[in-house]
């Protein structure tokens, strides 16, 4: 049973910074690429960041560059989101799910960035 578990979401103010995390279990977590995905209220879910299966190659979208930083722990089957410089328009629900083919869906991890 595949199960994706997001967690570390919060309100956070402007400018602050939150580090979600992804526990995997139920597939053989250091064989695929992964992503971090959101969804904002009315509007589609979209790419966050991906990295490769070893880490070695990581794409963020723009709208984040230079202020998320993605990364994994296979040992952990576990990935992570540090997400600073935090603005209002990060507010989503985050999800993290295997790249391209998905699996089922967690439940996802709201963040709110607020003042």
């Known amino acids: 049973q595949v199960q994706l578990v997001e967690s570390g979401g919060g309100l956070v103010q402007p400018g602050g910074s939150l580090r979600l995390s992804c526990a995997a279990s139920?597939?053989?977590?250091?064989?695929?690429?992964m992503s971090w995905y959101r969804q904002a209220p009315g509007k589609e879910r979209e790419l966050v960041a991906r990295?490769?299966?070893?880490?070695?190659?990581?794409n963020y979208a723009d709208s984040v560059k230079g202020r998320f930083t993605i990364s994994r722990d296979n040992a952990k089957n576990t990935m992570y989101l540090q997400m600073n410089s935090l603005k209002p328009e990060d507010t989503a629900v985050y999800y993290c799910?295997?790249?391209?083919?998905?699996?089922?869906w967690g439940q996802g991890t709201q963040v709110t960035v607020s003042s």
């Open positions: 799910n295997r790249d391209r083919s998905y699996f089922a």
């Open positions: 139920g597939f053989t977590f250091s064989s695929y690429a």
């Open positions: 990295i490769s299966r070893a880490g070695s190659i990581i």
